[in-house]
Every structure is written in structure tokens, then in C-alpha cells.
């Protein structure tokens, strides 16, 4: 299984990723916002269900992928530390958008609702190149079957995500008058937040290969 050390980092990863602004976060914050909480809520459970379906594709995946090509974890680790930077890049360069800047959207059924957050989800690409170039990182054929640390791990991000999403879409209308006012704060977290990737990204970038 994966060991404690690789699964601390790796849920580190996944909340700064969960934190860092992108469609799910947006589309989340603008339905809570423009159709209540009760919206934002079901639009969730469908990101989550779009989770789950690139969890186990990427499980299946690596699972071959790591028996047929040898190079592919070197190929991997520089795919996520670049990622990781272009991500930092997002969260600090000049005109970034903060996403409690929501835009209007039309009231939608509840089926409506879960369709529209699945397939936001599912189409979102950081969270395809999450799993495509950071999630490998931390596993290792070495620490028992493939498919069972891509589970272990795929629910752990989807835990992480979940919890950070469910509060912002709870209060999603109180952060966005806060954010308002305290514009300030918000540059604040961008730095922060892209320092931290910035960081992660050596970090993944200098990891030897683990056996």
C-alpha cells in the first residue's frame, strides 16, 4: 500500500489543488450563488461522480501503462512539476480572476444541476492533467498493486475536494461580499498559493524514482 509519507504529501497536494480556483470551483461558486445553496450542493455530488470516473480510468491506465513503458514515470514527473508551475503562474500573474467574481446563470432542474457539475468536472482539464501527470507520482509498483494505491489515493482527492467544495459552496455568497470588501486578502492567497505549487513542483521535479 501506499506508505504514510507519500500519502501525506499526496494529500497535500490534493487540498492545495482543491483550493486552487478552476471550472469546478467556478461553476460551483456561480450556481450557489445565482440558484442557493440547495443547487450548489447537487451540482457537487455530480462533480464527485465525474471524479470517480477519471479515478478509475486513471487506475485502469497506470496499471498497463506502468507494465508496458518503463520510461513513463520519468515522462510523468516532469509532465506534473510543469503543471505545477503553470498553475502557480495562473494564481499570481497580473489580471488573474479571483472565481468569487460569478457570473449569471439561468435556473436549472435538479437532474439539470448534477448532469451540468458531472460534465463540468469530467471535461475539466486540471483535473485530467492531475491525474495524467501528478497523481503517478506517488505511486510505485514496488508498494503492492497499482490499481489499488490509484483507489486509495483517487478517494483521498476526492475526500479533499469534496470537504473544500462543500464549504465554499455553503457560504460561497458570504466569501464572495467578504472578498469584495477585503480585496486585498485575496491577493494575499494568490501569492501564497502559488508559492506553495511552485514549490511542490521541485519538489516532484527532484523526487528520485521510488522501486
Known sequence: MVPL???????????????????????LISRSICQGRRAGVISLFGVVAGFLVHMFT???????????VPMAYEILKWAGAAYLL???WQAVKPGARSPFEARELPQDSPRKLFAMGFLTNLLNPKIAVFYL??????????HGSVFAQSVVLGLTQIVFSFSVNLSIALSAAR??????????????????????????AVRLAVEQKRI
Not at 492545495?16 to 461553476?27: C, E, F, K, R, S
Not at 486513471?58 to 508496458?68: D, E, K
Open 5 to 27: 509519507n507519500d500519502w501525506l504529501l499526496f494529500a497535500g497536494a490534493a487540498l492545495l489543488m482543491a483550493l486552487t480556483p478552476g471550472p469546478n470551483m467556478i461553476y
Open 58 to 68: 486513471a487506475a485502469a491506465g497506470l496499471t498497463a501503462l506502468f507494465m508496458a
Open 86 to 88: 503553470y498553475l502557480a
Open 133 to 142: 501527470a501528478i497523481f503517478p507520482q506517488f505511486i510505485s509498483p514496488g
Open 175 to 200: 466569501l464572495a461580499r467578504w472578498f469584495q470588501h477585503n480585496r486585498r486578502w485575496l491577493a494575499v492567497q494568490q501569492y501564497v498559493m502559488g508559492g506553495v505549487l511552485a514549490a511542490l
